[in-house]
């Protein structure tokens, strides 16, 4: 099963731009996919579906350049989402007893469960008590059932200061009790970052998918919040995406970018035997 993760779009950037930077690169991403082959099975939205969460126009604008992609769709919200515009745009995702945008779906015998991390008025991400008790509910449930985590914020210390958790976080740590025990949790896969980084929480795989809108820098130097020091924070890189490959016992990550490429070798008959010889070798070491 092939399964495209995109995150952190934040349509409506520049807002009554219907041609902003932002619905762009997504076009890239969505082009790009639907045109792959294979095609994934799946395309997963972890958050950050807007720019700004009372942008009602923004979320129906994001809508209709996400369903360009024809194939079955879940959706995560983040940090700067509003739970009732984006269900007054699409009414059809699930939520929970509380009302939080919740819930779980089966592909192909593989399970994934939506968490809701979505704190108003924070950055940063939140599991409270309820979420925290219906998530671990579901995942009482069909404990033979391989299953995959989905979540806006990864809730780890990514190096990057302003766009972390911190392992003393009361939701961080909420988190890594109800996950740890769950053994059919193969992985969680994130968003947020607006960087593709691969680790580990609770004892699982952790992926966060890097943004379709433009990057974070890589900067790991501490920062002084009462000192600007002019450090690169948001960089102009191609928009990106991730194919996670589940081949029914582990879970395979590969990052791309959208977008022209410059091809320094292709497949011709100069580099044939070379390809001979290497799908020759396979399996025999």
Known sequence: MLIAQITDLHIGFDPGNVHELNVRRLNMVIDQLSAMDPRPDLLVVTGDLVENADDHRAYRHMEALVKRWEGPLLWAVGNHDSRENFLSVLPEVQTDENGFIQYEAEYDGL??????????????????????????????????????????????????????????????????????????????????VHRPISTSFAGKRLVVAASTAPQVALDLEDVDPTHPDGRALIIADAPAYALHYWDGRSL??????????NIIASYSSNLQPMMKAFLAERGTG
């Open 111 to 192: 399970r994934f469960v939506v968490a809701d991390t979505l704190d108003p008025g924070r950055h940063g991400g939140m599991i409270c008590e309820k979420r925290g008790k219906w998530l671990r509910a579901r995942l009482r449930e069909k404990k033979d059932m391989p299953t995959i985590v989905i979540l806006h914020h990864p809730p780890v210390d990514t190096g990057i200061a302003w766009m972390s958790a911190l392992p003393h976080e009361q939701w961080v740590q909420r988190l890594e009790t109800i996950l740890k025990p769950a053994k059919q949790v193969v992985a969680l896969i994130c968003g947020h």
């Open 252 to 261: 395979l990550t590969h990052f791309e970018i959208a977008g022209p490429r």
